[in-house]
């Protein structure tokens, strides 16, 4: 028996930061991203009767059971295990994670990551979890659960899938897929880019730093993150009407923003990548995820583009091609897990 889950992870382009609880259930609020064609995935197969395995081909680690309750977030293999756990799979599994993009690199990997292995495990179980419910799952197991200084974007990006709005409120989140012209559509697919600048970092520091200053009510804080809300908005307008120029010079605004929400978002190296790319011909950008390393995206008129990627080539940047991925986490084969299941064939099953 084989099950194998995969979800995808993300770019933000507007409103990134207002999805932590500390900020959304006193102000509201409100995300534009895209889902992208790299996937983290989970592979599920019998084990042995004694235990639980996880194996990660990102942290190149291993764990298990016994897995206890006590359970803190502190990297490496505390998620899948929490996971795990709650699901309450006490033997007979062996659990593989691989993701296509290293971790910590701004692209939602950790999100994807959980909500891919709850699918997956969901399955085992005989459960067909819609997105709302598995996004649901993921946020609680990382925010409440494991306390990671995380927001909720990540997990619904990655269990909807596609190009959306996400509406962060004390009670609800809100889905709208970002409805655009069909060439607009083409245009900005092909004017985004992504350059990975060869630095992983953890985001938890940054993060850390915005949680408390946004739970303090820091004035400056909460002014800087209300903006890049407001910023967000004026995106989503742009991209409805298809006017990527101005929809480039937003995503330059809120960067300006963002940098300055925390200590350690950017750095005089990224800082610089960024002007070159800008005096190159890019409209716009910004340090995906959290900040402080991962990903450079940027979004330029396809003239400018290969004068941006031999400018960024030229300083050791490596660029990555990508495409949207309208899809969000499915299970790409399996049968749920009983104990005739062997007499049934693999189906091909996806998330409604």
């Known amino acids: 028996m084989l099950i194998i889950a995969r979800a995808p992870v993300r770019i933000s382009f507007g409103g990134g930061g207002t999805d932590i609880p500390a900020y959304y259930e006193r102000h509201g609020g409100f995300v534009v991203n895209t889902t992208i064609n790299y996937y983290v995935y989970t592979i599920l197969t019998p084990g042995q009767p004694e235990g639980v395995q996880i194996f990660s081909a990102d942290y190149r680690s291993f764990t298990q059971r016994p897995i206890c309750e006590d359970l803190i977030w502190n990297g490496d293999l505390s998620l899948p295990k929490a996971i795990v ?34 699918k997956a495990l969901a399955f085992w179980c005989g459960l067909d979890l819609g997105p709302k419910e598995v996004a649901e799952l993921a946020c609680f197991i990382e925010i409440s659960k494991l306390g990671m ?58 993060l850390k730093r915005q949680l408390e200053a946004s739970q303090r009510e820091d004035r400056e804080t ?76 940027l979004f330029c008129p396809s003239e400018h583009q290969a004068a941006v990627t031999e400018a960024l080539t030229v300083i050791g940047l490596q660029r990555r091609p990508f495409a949207f991925e309208d899809k969000g986490a499915q299970v790409l084969q399996g049968i749920p897990w009983t104990r005739s299941s062997s007499r049934y064939p693999f189906r091909v099953f996806h998330s409604l």
């Not at 062996?94 to 990551?113: D, I, K, R």
């Not at 996400?166 to 012209?181: C, D, G, H, S």
């Open 149 to 206: 200084p995380v927001g909720k974007q990540d997990q619904y990006a990655a269990a909807f899938g596609g190009l959306s709005c996400f509406t962060f409120l004390r009670n609800e989140v809100r889905v709208e897929p970002l409805r655009m012209p069909l060439q607009a559509r083409r245009e900005l697919e092909q004017g985004l880019m992504l350059f990975f600048t060869g630095i992983s970092r953890q985001s938890s520091t940054i």
């Open 222 to 297: 909460i002014c800087r993150l209300t903006a890049i809300k407001e910023l967000g908005y004026e995106i989503r307008h742009a991209l409805e009407n298809g006017d990527l120029r101005t929809f480039g010079e937003l995503l330059h605004r809120s960067w300006l923003e963002k940098r300055r929400v925390a200590e350690g978002i950017t750095n005089p190296e990224l800082d610089r990548y960024y002007e070159i790319a800008r005096e190159a011909g890019a409209l716009g950008g910004k340090v995906t995820g959290a900040g402080g390393g991962g990903f450079l995206m």
């Open 85 to 118: 756990y709650y699901f309450n799979i006490r033997d007979g599994l062996t659990v593989f994670l691989a993701s296509q993009v290293p971790p910590g690199t701004g692209l939602g990997s950790s999100g994807s990551a959980a909500v891919s292995m709850i």
